[in-house]
């Protein structure tokens, strides 16, 4: 049932306008693993190097088998119950 960490393993952000600010670096003193950014029907994963430092990856370190393009499909849904529903479905056909 959750912890008591005080970073968490991934941040998801959704940016509704845009700005000047540059948000991966809000994470950077925290050390958050991966930061997810959802804007315009778009997903955009940064996992923190080595040098702590974000890079742009394809995937989560954290949810490697979770195509982000099957998740934009269904966060773009116009009903929310089946687009639970189906994605449930979707993904435990792929598993």
Known sequence: MGSNKETPDIVIEVIVTSGMLN???LY????????WF???N???ILSLNPGG?????NRSGFL???DPALLIKY???P????AVTEFVQTIRTIS
Do not use: C
């Not at 430092?53 to 990856?57: K, Q, S």
């Not at 009903?79 to 089946?82: K, L, T």
């Open 23 to 25: 948000r991966k670096e």
């Open 64 to 66: 490697p088998n979770l």
């Open 75 to 77: 966060i773009a849904h």
């Open 38 to 40: 959802w804007k315009s």
């Open 53 to 57: 430092e974000y890079e742009e990856v």
């Open 42 to 44: 778009q997903i955009n």
């Open 79 to 82: 009903d929310q119950y089946d």
């Open 28 to 35: 950077k003193p925290k050390k958050v693993p991966e930061v």
